[in-house]
């Protein structure tokens, strides 16, 4: 059972930068691939980025590919998402995830067995 924590949430204006983290406790944290989901108001849950076990690996919406950047510190169970050049309909609660088996499949929220309770993120314009 892995529990995890998300932080780092905030508000911000457009243009800005916030750095996510999602720790990670309970669990073999580096057998677990990881993702960040979002949801906004009114909208269902949505894929944003995700890393493998090792951190090799990453994929990323296309939403926000080049601003957001997902890396992970298996030393200290940590997951982070760098959201550069923040946009207003970047806001919205932000998720992370841990998923067991292969790298794939991975933008799929079925696929993930533990969440974070979320961190709010907000950009102003």
């Known amino acids: 059972q892995v529990q995890l924590e998300e932080s780092g949430g905030g508000l911000v204006q457009a243009g800005g930068s916030l750095r996510l983290s999602c720790a990670a406790s309970?669990?073999?944290?580096?057998?677990?691939?990881m993702g960040w989901f979002r949801q906004a108001p009114g909208k269902e849950r949505e894929f944003v980025a995700a890393?493998?076990?090792?951190?090799?690996?990453?994929y990323y919406a296309d939403s926000v590919k080049g601003r957001f950047t997902i890396s992970r510190d298996n030393a200290k169970n940590t997951v982070y998402l760098q959201m550069n050049s923040l946009k207003p309909e970047d806001t919205a609660v932000y998720y992370c995830?841990?998923?067991?088996?292969?790298?794939?499949?991975?933008?799929?929220?079925?696929?993930?067995?533990?969440w974070g309770q979320g961190t709010q993120v907000t950009v102003s314009s």
């Open positions: 309970g669990g073999t944290f580096s057998s677990y691939g």
């Open positions: 995830a841990a998923k067991q088996g292969p790298f794939a499949r991975v933008l799929a929220l079925g696929e993930y067995a533990y």
């Open positions: 890393v493998s076990r090792g951190g090799s690996s990453t």
